[in-house]
């Protein structure tokens, strides 16, 4: 299920040790926040940050997920599909080597474009682009 973030989501994902490095979530105080719930579980809490004609997609995925990635990514592609249709790209960060999150960005169809060295907590982050299709 496809909602809005509530107050007490974040407590109920069950975090990445890799992203436990990456902050606390501190974009979820967003209106645009928005979580995948199944089967009374918080799967992913993502928000849209709209910068000048794209955005950039922060979030959080549960360590639980797994068994649900197939769907799990169809409804990631619609949700990317939406927003392309107002942005001419989405942006996210996967931290460098960790080979999960960028297997995941690339089932969803994003492509690297840059190395941010130290982006975050020293952290180096690889930046994917997934641009709007021409029409």
Known sequence: ????YQKGDLERINRQDEQLLEGNG???ESDNTFVIEEDGKVMVIG????????CYL?????R???YKSTKLIRIGKKILNML?????FVEITTQVGWLNAERLARL?????????KEMYNGI?????RKERCPA
């Open 1 to 4: 299920m496809l909602r809005f």
């Open 26 to 28: 501190e974009f979820i």
């Open 47 to 54: 928000c849209p940050i709209f910068m000048d004609n794209g």
């Open 58 to 62: 922060a979030s959080l995925i549960s």
């Open 64 to 66: 639980d997920c797994g």
């Open 84 to 88: 392309l249709e107002d942005n001419d």
């Open 108 to 116: 969803l169809g994003f492509t690297p474009i840059r190395l941010e």
């Open 124 to 128: 180096d982050f690889n930046v994917w």
